[in-house]
């Protein structure tokens, strides 16, 4: 998310996500960032695709957010649509702040039903704070996992996979029916969204984390001799 303006640009594969109705920048955990303003509904968008579907397999995501405000639910990304018109749940997986528990929560679904896991040992989160998320679905454990700052994970068990609706991926929306008064904006930064299909290991948590300082992505020796360059130490 370093660009300034335009495309969310896919630093590993084609997933470049399109914004909407624009989508500016900001000084991020590692260069840039990009900056949604829930006034405007800004988002990005990724249209169905294979890569972006999951199913009953392990897969992770990873991202630094930062919150403008929390007067109200803020969807950080969203696979699907969380309610068709007429009645249905067409959400595969979300990562939200929900402003009744004042949590992150991630959420895997399958069509028929789904489960969520908070983030309570992380707590309520503050404005104007740089978060570093994590979401696990662990097929093997059968168990959703969410841990922030690479503290102690939470954990919930589900068994139910996700499934491919044909819906679009989102980053910064949580779609909800038809109608745009319906729909879940976000209202802050991100920066740094990584997606893998596995799980990682809890040494690349921590070196994602970098001690609140952020790494990038991939797990390189030129990538950390690059960061610490940036940072004006020795390699």
């Given amino acids: 998310m ?3 303006s335009g495309m969310i640009l896919d630093s590993q594969g084609s997933n470049d996500a399109s914004p909407f109705p624009s989508l500016g920048s900001a000084s991020g955990k590692i260069d840039g960032a990009r ?4 006034s405007s509904v800004e988002r990005a968008s990724i249209a169905d695709n294979a890569d972006m579907s999951v199913g009953d397999i392990d897969f992770t995501w990873a991202i630094w957010v930062n919150l403008e405000s929390k007067t109200t639910h803020r969807c950080v990304f969203e696979k699907g649509v969380d309610q068709l018109p007429g009645g249905g749940v067409d959400m595969e997986y979300r990562l939200h702040y929900d402003v009744t528990a004042d949590r992150f929560i991630f959420t895997v679904a ?6 969520s896991v908070n983030a309570n040992n992380l707590g309520s ?3 104007a704070t740089w978060y570093f998320i994590v979401c696990e679905h662990d097929s093997v454990a059968n168990e959703l ?6 503290g102690t994970a939470d954990t919930a068990s589900w068994s139910g996979g996700s499934w ?3 819906g679009f991926f989102f980053f910064g929306m949580q779609y909800y029916t038809a109608v745009e008064a319906n729909w879940i904006p976000f209202d802050g930064l991100m920066d740094e969204a990584l997606f ?4 990682l290991t809890s040494g690349e948590h921590t070196e994602l984390w970098n001690n609140g300082d952020g790494f990038p992505h991939p797990f390189t020796t030129a990538a950390r001799q690059q960061q610490l360059a940036l940072m004006g130490c020795g390699v």
């Fill in 145 to 150: 996992r969410i841990k922030v700052n690479d």
């Fill in 110 to 115: 399958n069509n028929s039903a789904g489960a």
């Fill in 196 to 199: 893998w299909k596995r799980i």
């Fill in 35 to 38: 900056d949604f303003e829930a």
């Fill in 2 to 4: 370093d660009e300034a």
């Fill in 164 to 166: 491919d609706s044909g």
């Fill in 125 to 127: 989160p503050s404005t």
